[in-house]
């Protein structure tokens, strides 16, 4: 079966998203309403791309050779939740890519969508994105909390490393704000301190 992902926008090459260098995905749509959020534009279920998974899946492999990992961020990717876990499921069997996924769900709330996604559809191999992530960071932003750093944005999210192969260590060391311009005049600024730029 052919997923479909509804994509916000795509950084082939990001230093301030996650340990190396990494292409980063951010999807679109996001119900969660955290205040403050920096990604508004990122919120409308009808806004950005629809993109099939395997032509997605093909752009970031085509980078395979200059990123040592994925980012996925949005909008919610969890509040599309089978095509996300398509993508992840061919990246982790697929590649040595690593995958780190910023979430607006806590822990809790993650794991009782896997239980209600494994009730419904039991032989579905795309019931769980937690097999094939490394990192996760959980948790709706907060400004009354607000951090900024190591990859948090506010102090109540929580980092979970669901493989050994990354550490608190590789998240020290990041830059907080990028700002990336592209030959075409396109400026995208990221990172987790996008706000002080
Ligand atoms: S979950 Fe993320 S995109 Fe959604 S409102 Fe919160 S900060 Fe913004």
Request: some cysteine.
């Amino acid at each position: 079966m052919s997923h479909t992902l509804r994509l916000h926008d795509f950084l082939p090459i990001s230093h301030a998203n996650g340990p190396g260098n990494r292409t980063v995905v951010w999807l679109q749509g996001c119900s969660l309403g955290c205040p403050g959020c920096f990604n508004q534009d990122t919120h409308s279920v009808d806004g950005g791309d629809v993109v099939a998974v395997d032509d997605l899946f093909t752009r970031i492999t085509s980078l395979s050779d200059s990123i040592e990992g994925v980012t996925i961020s949005g909008g919610e990717p969890l509040q599309q939740f089978i095509p996300i876990v398509a993508l992840l499921h061919r990246i982790k069997k697929e590649t040595s890519l690593s995958v780190l996924v910023f979430s607006g769900f806590t822990w809790n709330e993650i794991q009782k969508m896997e239980i209600a996604h494994r009730n419904r559809h039991a032989e579905n191999l795309l019931n769980s994105p937690l097999p094939y992530i490394d990192i996760l960071i959980a948790g709706r932003y907060d400004p009354t909390k607000r951090v900024a750093h190591d990859l948090y944005g506010s102090a109540n999210q929580t980092v979970h490393f669901l493989t050994d192969r990354y550490t608190l260590a590789d998240l020290a060391c990041l830059p907080e704000t990028e700002v990336v311009i592209s030959l075409d005049g396109d400026v995208i600024v990221s990172g987790i301190d996008p706000i002080e730029f």
